[in-house]
C-alpha cells in the first residue's frame, strides 16, 4: 500500500472516532461535542491552529462542570447519537444531520468559527467575479462552505469574530456570546523596533483561500506602490492556481517578498515582523480573523476592513472600502506619521491583543458563557 493512501486511511480512522471523556465522581448529564478530536489523538502544543486548544478547552469546560463529554469530528458523517444528551455543541458539520435526532430537551449550541454560509460563498464569487473583470482572470472562489442549517436549528450561539460575523446570522433571532479568538503564540512589546526603518514595509499573513482574503488586491496595491514593501507570509505553493495567476506579483516584483508559509513560533517570523510596521486584510468573509490577531499580537499595526472581523479601536485603521485606491491612501496616511506617533499604536495593538484574544481570556469568557447557560 501506498504511504499516501495509508496517511488517509489513518486519518479518516481517527477523525471517525468518538472520544469518551468523564469528570470526576457521577456525571450530572451527557455532551456531545462536535468539532475537533486532534488535541485527544496527538500531545500538543497544537500551534498550527486556534480551533485544537480551543475545543479542547471548550471540553474541558464541561467536564470542569461535572459533565461527560463524547467528542467527534466535524467531519464524522456516521456517528448516530445513542444518549440523552443534555447539550450538543456543534461547528456547522453535524447540526443539521443530528439536531432531528436529539431529545427536545437538549440545548444546542452553534460555535461560529465562518460568517453565515450564504453570505461567506455569495461573498466570494463576488471576489472572484470581480477579478475577471478587473484583470480578465478567472479563478473559482476558494473558500466555500456547505450551505447548512446551524443557528436556526441551536438556541444559542458562541461566536469567534466580532459584529460583523455575527451580523450574518442576525436573521436566525439567536443569542450569540462573543467568545474573542485566541492566540497560538505570543510575542514580546515591540517597543524597541526601529519604527524609522520599518514604517514602509507591510505583512499581508494567511492560510487556504488567497482569493477570498484579498491578497489580489493587496498584491495590485503594493505593485503600484514600489517604495514600499509587502511581505507575503502565505500557505501558497508555486503550482496553486492562484500562484499562477500571480506569478509576476508574487515572484518578480522586487518590493514583494513571498515567503511561502511561515511558522508564526519561528525567528524568521519575528525577524519580519520586527522588520515590519503593519499587518494588511481585506478579506471578504471572516469568522474571527486570527491572521490579522497574530499580526497584532507581534505588534504590526492592523490596516483591515469590516470583513475581515476585527476590532482595531483608535490604534488601527479600519478601511471604508475594500479597494486597491483605498489601501493605498491608508498605506501613505500611516507611513507618514511620526515615529513616535508609530510606536505608541503599535504599543497599544500589542496590548489590546494581549488583553482580549489569548488563551486565558478564551477559557474566561467560554465558562462564563457555559455559566449563564444554568443561571
Known amino acids: 500500500m501506498q504511504s499516501s493512501e495509508f496517511l488517509k486511511r489513518i486519518f479518516f480512522r481517527l477523525h471517525g472516532r468518538v472520544i469518551s471523556l468523564t469528570p470526576k465522581g457521577t456525571p450530572k448529564g451527557t455532551v456531545l461535542f462536535s468539532y475537533v478530536t486532534l488535541p485527544w489523538l496527538r500531545p500538543g502544543p497544537w500551534d498550527s491552529h486556534t480551533n485544537y486548544w480551543e475545543g479542547k478547552n471548550m471540553v474541558d469546560a464541561f467536564i470542569e462542570r461535572g459533565y461527560a463529554v463524547d467528542v467527534i469530528d466535524s467531519t464524522n458523517q456516521s456517528f448516530l447519537p445513542r444518549k440523552n444528551y443534555d447539550f450538543f455543541v456543534d461547528n456547522a458539520g453535524n447540526m443539521q444531520r443530528l439536531a432531528p435526532l436529539l431529545p427536545p430537551s437538549c440545548k444546542k ?17 463576488m471576489r472572484a467575479d470581480a477579478l475577471k473583470h478587473r484583470r480578465g482572470i478567472t479563478l473559482a472562489p476558494d473558500r466555500n462552505i456547505p450551505e447548512v442549517k446551524t443557528l436556526e436549528l441551536a438556541e444559542c450561539g458562541t461566536a469567534l469574530g466580532n459584529r460583523f460575523t455575527t451580523d450574518t446570522y442576525a436573521y436566525a433571532k439567536k443569542p450569540i456570546a462573543r467568545i474573542p479568538i485566541s492566540a497560538t503564540h505570543l510575542f514580546p512589546s515591540p517597543e524597541h523596533k526601529d519604527f524609522n526603518a520599518a514604517k514602509k514595509q507591510f505583512v499581508w499573513i494567511g492560510g487556504a483561500g488567497p482569493l477570498h482574503k484579498g491578497l489580489d488586491l493587496v498584491l495590485e496595491a503594493f505593485v503600484g506602490m514600489r517604495d514600499y514593501t509587502l511581505v507575503v507570509c502565505a500557505k501558497l505553493a508555486p503550482e496553486d492556481p492562484f500562484a499562477q495567476a500571480f506569478t509576476q506579483e508574487l515572484y518578480h516584483t522586487p518590493n ?83 515615529t513616535d506617533t508609530l510606536k505608541e499604536r503599535a504599543r497599544r495593538t500589542w496590548e489590546y491583543a494581549r488583553a482580549h484574544h489569548t488563551r486565558e481570556e478564551f477559557a474566561k469568557n467560554y465558562r462564563v458563557f457555559l455559566d449563564t447557560l444554568h443561571a
Open 256 to 338: 514583494i517578498k513571498m515567503l511561502g508559509f511561515v511558522d508564526q513560533g519561528s525567528k524568521e517570523f519575528a525577524q519580519v515582523c520586527s522588520e515590519s510596521v503593519g499587518v494588511v486584510s481585506l478579506s471578504c468573509s471572516e469568522g474571527g480573523g486570527g491572521s490579522v490577531i497574530t499580526g497584532m499580537h507581534a505588534g504590526l499595526i492592523p490596516l483591515v476592513n469590516y470583513e475581515s472581523s476585527v476590532d482595531v479601536g483608535d490604534f488601527g485603521t479600519l478601511l471604508p472600502n475594500s479597494d486597491v485606491e483605498t489601501l493605498q491612501s491608508a498605506l501613505k496616511n500611516l507611513s507618514v506619521l511620526p
Open 109 to 125: 449550541i452553534f460555535h461560529i468559527t465562518n460568517a453565515e454560509p450564504k453570505f461567506q460563498n455569495h461573498a466570494g464569487q
